[in-house]
């Protein structure tokens, strides 16, 4: 994983649980799969192209990561390394 590595944690409702940092994720089966980024800018372009396909992300912030420390400080997810939004979210955003 890049080091650092950039990920986007997302709005949640009620109050901020210093604890917790909710990252934008999808569910694969049993597996919460999180993009995580080389650099700023790629995590900014691909939420404004999730944008203009449809998809809605509750932007909270993007913060750098130890990429060599993400499965320790992240054991519930896995992650992918800068995909587009389409192959991250697939689907139809409108469904």
Do not use: C, H, W
């Amino acid at each position: 994983m890049p080091n650092p590595g950039f990920l986007i944690v997302v709005e949640q409702p009620g109050d901020r649980d210093p604890d917790r940092m909710p990252l934008l994720n999808r569910i694969a089966g049993s597996v919460r799969v999180a993009p995580v980024f080389t650099s700023m800018q790629l995590a900014t372009t691909f939420l404004n192209q999730a944008q203009q396909l449809g998809y809605y992300v509750k932007l909270d912030y993007i913060f750098p990561a130890d990429g060599r420390r993400l499965a320790e400080d992240f054991p519930d997810y896995e992650f992918r390394l800068d995909p587009s939004p389409r192959a991250f979210f697939g689907g139809d955003p409108g469904a």
